[in-house]
């Protein structure tokens, strides 16, 4: 259950209020989350917003129902993952189709899940990779950080076309149950984006059709990860990481250009559209993650998918008109 109240100041300032309730059955757990939100639109073009409030968020749900031999559930108890957030926004616009968004964040989080021994591990970084194997007990002693600064442009669709480019400068940390801080898996410390389209339009017997030419363009930090433990890997047979490297390495910055081609006709009762999307095409080999291979070989690169064109047709059909 949730509360919200709005609340106009005046012509310029308004604010928003909110109350939000979790409860979760299996071990009656619950959170309390009160959230505020202001707003000054000093200009009729530019605008400062402050937001902050508490948040929460169950665990992966089989986390909780790993259980032993007898049944035991291992993290039948463990609470919510809870974060404070605070984020400070300046908005423009200039003339009617195009506007700026500066953003600065801070999300300090808590009670994240980690070993019960002193270790590295924190499920922050759970999503990232391809683990096969999770710790069973776990506490709620884990600590996380992020903070950042983004801002975005954006040419609103207009006069056939539009474009958006966005920026980001972050820092994203964690901390184990030893104590210790360390780089999260999704540390890549900055990333860019850029992408628009181009419409041509021609009419034929009052119909219009059009052909489409867009991108993208993205390009960042590349993800953390850590080094193999080639001596225990070897004795277990199994890929087993340096503990206190946890995320020491990084892999090379990420990079992919997409083109899109589009075709669309329209008729009385049907719009068809066939085009073409050229994914990677630069064929940029961009590292999908570290591979234990063999004592010999201990560590192998994997890439993702390379150059990749998908074609496709789409079919739009309207029947006659709707019983009133």
Known sequence: PFVQWKYSINEKLSTVTGLHLQYFSLNH??????????????KQNQSLAFGTGLHSQLLPVYQYFLQDDNGTLYNKNLDFMRSFHMVLGY??????DVRLKAELYFQ??????????ASSYNMLNEGSGFDRFFPTTLTNKGLGRNMGVEITVEKFFTHN???MFSGSVYDSRLQGSNGK??????????????????????????????IGIGGKITFGGGRRYT?????????????????????????????????KLNYRCNTKRFTHEVGIDLVNLTMQKNILRISYVSPDQPAKEVYQ????PLFYYRLDFSFGKLNQ
């Not at 908005?91 to 009617?96: E, P, R």
């Not at 300090?108 to 019960?116: E, K, Y």
């Open 161 to 163: 076309w539009f474009a």
């Open 29 to 42: 757990s619950y959170s309390i989350e009160p959230r505020f939100s202001i707003k000054w639109q000093f």
């Open 91 to 96: 908005d423009v616009f200039f003339k009617h």
């Open 108 to 117: 300090q989080l808590w009670n994240l899940p980690v070993d019960t021994f």
């Open 181 to 210: 801080w360390y780089n999260s898996d999704f540390n890549g410390q900055y990333i860019l984006n850029a992408l628009g389209t181009k419409e041509f339009k021609w009419s034929k017997k009052k119909r219009i059709n059009t």
């Open 227 to 259: 080094p193999y433990d080639t001596i225990l890997s070897q004795q277990y047979e199994d890929p087993i990481v340096i503990d206190s490297m946890r995320n020491m390495n990084q892999f090379k910055p990420y990079f992919r250009f997409d083109i």
């Open 305 to 308: 998918l390379g150059f990749l």
